[in-house]
Nanobody, 132 residues
Framework: QVQLVESGGGLVQAGGSLRLSCAASGRTFSTCAVGWFRQAPGKEREFVAAISWSGGSTDYSDSVKGRFTISRDNAKNTVYLQMNSLKPEDTAVYYC?????????????????????????WGQGTQVTVSS
């Protein structure tokens, strides 16, 4: 497993931007698929975005598609979530998660990657609050 630490959350006005970072430790991070999930008060944890080990495949929930961008820098053991055009409904605790996969697996070879149970390593979360 890898250890994950999220940062970059905060309070922002609607229409603003934030960039979340997920810093990882562990020698297997470069072969991990990484996902971002979020959980709002009283709601279930939901999928936001995912990226393969290479960055060659990405996927987004419909609610964030076109506004959020996931990327990674394996040299820095970090995955980013750039969030633009933020809305009050984006308010939640954001978590990054990682799952070590066989070498060169892309998201198409990682079934049900939008399900939180598919990821074995989780960070502690970072709060994002969007005011109207």
């Amino acid at each position: 497993q890898v250890q994950l630490v999220e940062s970059g959350g905060g309070l922002v006005q609607a229409g603003g931007s934030l960039r979340l970072s997920c810093a990882a430790s562990g020698r297997t991070f470069s072969t991990c698929a990484v996902g971002w999930f979020r959980q709002a008060p009283g709601k279930e944890r939901e999928f936001v975005a995912a990226i393969s080990w290479s960055g060659g495949s990405t996927d987004y929930s419909d609610s964030v598609k076109g506004r959020f961008t996931i990327s990674r820098d394996n040299a820095k053991n970090t995955v980013y979530l750039q969030m633009n055009s933020l809305k009050p409904e984006d308010t939640a605790v954001y978590y990054c998660a990682a799952e070590d996969l066989p070498p060169h697996y892309e998201l198409g070879q990682f079934p049900e990657f939008s399900e939180s149970g598919r990821f074995g390593s989780w960070g502690q979360g970072t709060q994002v609050t969007v005011s109207s």
